[in-house]
């Protein structure tokens, strides 16, 4: 039972949790996120079909990541925190 009382006085003296991004600014860091995205899937469907395609996986890959994180921020600009 000590453990648990020091647990939970260890838990209330803990100061609150604040995000490193702040709130107000995730609406731009999804727009920041999500339109070089749209932008790569453009490219993506015009390049021209190479014989050693090196140039395919890198703009998927970029694509990918930055929709990855621009539909995070997205979702928690909403209030969906994941």
Do not use: N, W
Not at 8 to 15: G, Q
Not at 53 to 71: D, K, M, Q, T
């Amino acid at each position: 039972m000590d453990d648990y009382q020091h647990a939970r006085a260890l838990h209330h003296s803990l100061p609150a949790f604040s995000p490193i991004v702040p709130t107000a600014l995730l609406p731009f860091a999804s727009a920041l996120f999500l339109l070089p995205t749209f932008a790569l899937a453009f490219y993506f469907s015009t390049l021209p079909k190479d014989k050693f395609a090196l140039r395919e996986p890198l703009v998927a890959v970029a694509a990918s990541i930055l929709g990855g994180f621009g539909v995070v921020a997205l979702f928690c600009s909403a209030g969906v925190y994941v």
